[in-house]
């Protein structure tokens, strides 16, 4: 599933073919992945808008449409936002067209179909289940170790479940999750309000410090992310332990180990963390 530095890379590499380009049409192939409004409020609500700028909050984009209104995105498993010249066919697993002015048009194309899209307002009624409560993003200002502790402290679940709780920290998902404790050398099992001060403080700066390498590397390609460009990123290269069960450790050579915490499959080295 695309995490944080995945939906970045999506936004950045989207900016250049869709901001400031008018919504000319909108065909829903697929009704289910327009969640909010109904799909021809949806249609009627997206055609003769310009979209001004594309924002990011956790794993989720924004299209600004002027206003106070925005598409919402989630690209959940296997969503993906690409542009294409309006001369290309349509690509596999589309699901939604914005044909746009200009000479490109956007898609949504879904293989597993669990991605979604709202049309929003800003201060409107409707609440995307997720998206108001979502915690401080990584790399942000409000997300320090003063903010992590007390919350670290109250929290009696695994460390790993506890930061991928996106009301706690919005973007990680496992592949960030994973590593950030890899980082950090801390046992992905450990009960959250057992981590000291000093364990809080390295494992904020490793969250820090993988998804800003994860955003560098363009994001994490296994099997279907791509980019708005139809890139595939590079940061699968570089991980520690993520999907290296069975293979050794970068820092001590011990085999990587899988288990499950909180239903997620988790590698870690079972000698340096801790
Ligand atoms: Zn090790």
């Known amino acids: 599933m695309p995490e944080l530095p995945e939906v970045e890379q999506v936004r950045k590499t989207l900016i250049p073919h869709v901001v400031g380009h008018k919504i000319i049409r909108t065909e829903v192939f697929l009704d289910r992945l327009v969640q909010y409004p109904a799909v021809p409020d949806f249609i ?56 746009l002015d200009g000479d490109e048009n956007l898609w949504f194309t879904d293989i597993r179909t669990f991605g979604t899209l709202y049309l929003l307002q ?7 289940n997720g998206y108001e409560t979502l915690g401080p993003e990584p790399l942000s200002k409000e997300f320090t170790v003063a903010y992590l502790e007390p919350l670290a402290h109250k929290s009696r679940k695994p460390i790993k479940t506890f930061i991928l709780d996106q009301t706690v920290i919005a973007g990680l998902g496992n592949i960030y999750a994973d590593e ?13 309000n057992t981590l000291s001060r000093e364990e ?6 490793a ?19 791509q980019d ?11 991980l520690l332990v ?14 990587l180990v899988q288990i499950k915490v909180g239903g997620r499959g988790t590698v870690y080295c079972p000698k340096c963390q801790k």
């Open 44 to 99: 009627q609500g997206t055609v003769g808008k310009t979209i001004r700028a594309i924002n990011r909050r956790g794993k989720y984009l924004r299209l600004e449409l002027g206003d106070g209104f925005y598409i919402l995105g989630h690209l959940r498993m296997t969503g993906a936002l690409i542009a294409l010249p309006a001369s290309a066919p349509q690509p596999p697993y589309a699901k939604l067209k914005f044909t």
């Open 122 to 128: 800003d201060g409107g009624s409707y609440k995307v």
């Open 180 to 192: 950030s404790l890899a980082l950090s050398r801390i046992m992905p099992t450990r009960v959250a």
């Open 200 to 205: 809080l403080k390295v494992l904020h700066e």
């Open 207 to 225: 969250i820090n410090k993988v998804i800003a390498q994860g955003i560098a590397n363009h994001g994490t390609t296994f099997r279907n992310y």
């Open 228 to 238: 708005g460009d139809g890139k595939k990123g590079d940061n699968q290269n570089h």
């Open 242 to 255: 993520y999907s290296r069960k069975g293979q050794p450790c970068r820092f001590c050579g011990t085999t």
